[in-house]
């Protein structure tokens, strides 16, 4: 069965082009000498993303292949102007993530509901032949033509928003947590990668206050190597503010799992160790008070260690307490406020995602136009003429 849950697509997208220019001169009986009126032409439509709270999934994008402005439309006679294209606007969910699919570059990111991004800007419209009239050239016979396309193959990724994200092995009870501290209701079952898509669920706190808690599939050993489900679903928390590692209590060597998860977070992007971290020891009601202490000797001793209980309840207070003091700390909010840029894929290599989705279809070769090279309409050289003078 297909997943709803769809984190990355390929689009080629495409502005509209500006309208031609009129070359028209007026010439009727009551008004033998009436010059030049040929209009403007419109300008072509933009491309714009959107951030939308009401997604979040790309799904509605995944069978969108093309996505083009309209042209603007050329202009007429006796000064009119053509039609502007009209723009489009490509809602994604907050915390979408774009590249160029042919460099791998980093584009923008739409990060908050209602924030609108030009990708695309359409070409601006022609000057019809009555903007170049003069003393000394009262019949120009010249228009310009409008501003070409642009256009661009893109990548949308979506990353989640969250201010806790969970880092555990299959069965560490990461979805029995986020059930019992929220509403959400993930999948739980007794057998590994019970979750198969991430989740998001809202966590009450104090005097009306909340956070947001994501929850991805299980991580194993050699992850970075493609096994288990790979790290593909890691970069649903490279934007979170804190990371909470899951071990179960009944682990032979709990400090060993919690170095295999940290050096797999390595592997997928080593600026993920600057995040703040918790370990939370699940699964509690099958220890005694005796044994807990005798396994917090064990532990690491440099990020605060909390036991807990999903299924009883036993230490989720706590584990609450921790969690909202490290996520409100000054030293947290002062690596964010100070960090060069909080997002973690500025250079960031695509090629994986592109091999992904090669069996999709062949792209057609583009040329990318940027238009911020013209700097004048008038640079244009091949000036394409309307004549239609009238008897």
Partial sequence: MESNFVDYVKIMCRSGKGGKGSMHLKHVKYNPNGGPDGGDGGKGGSVYLRGN??????????????????????????????????????????????????????VCDVTYDGQEVLLLKGGRGGLGNFQFRTATNQAPRYAQPGEPMQEMTIILELKLLADVGLVGF?????????????????????????????????????????????????????????????????????????????????????????????????????????????????????????????????????????????????????????????????SNKLAALTAEDSLVHRDKDMTRFAEELADEGEDEDIEYVDIDDVEDLEDFEDFEYEDDEEA
């Fill in 170 to 330: 299959p069965n560490a009870g990461k979805s029995t947590l986020v059930s019992a501290l929220s509403n959400a209701r993930p999948k739980i079952a007794n057998y590994p990668f019970t979750t198969m898509e991430p989740s998001l669920g809202i966590v009450g706190y104090r005097d009306n206050k909340s956070f947001v808690m994501a929850d991805i599939p299980g991580i194993i050993e050699g992850a970075a190597e493609g096994k288990g489900l790979g790290l593909r679903f890691l970069r649903h928390i490279e934007r979170n503010s804190l990371l909470l590692f899951m071990v179960p209590g009944d682990t032979d060597d709990i400090k060993r799992e919690y170095e295999i998860l940290l050096n797999e977070l390595k592997q997928f992007n080593p600026e993920m160790l600057d995040k703040h971290r918790v370990l939370a020891v699940t699964k509690c009601d099958l220890l005694d008070e005796e044994l807990i202490e005798m396994l917090k000797e064990t532990l690491p001793q440099d990020l605060p260690v909390v036991f807990i209980s999903a299924v009883t309840g036993f230490g989720l207070e706590e584990l609450k307490d921790v969690l909202w003091n490290e996520l409100n700390a000054e």
């Fill in 53 to 106: 709270h009401n997604y979040w999934t790309l799904l509605h994008l995944k069978y969108e292949r093309h996505i083009f402005a309209e042209h603007g439309g050329n202009g007429g006679k006796d000064k009119c102007h053509g039609t502007d294209g009209k723009d489009v606007y490509i809602d994604v969910p907050c915390g979408t993530v774009v590249y160029n699919a042919e460099t791998g570059k980093y």
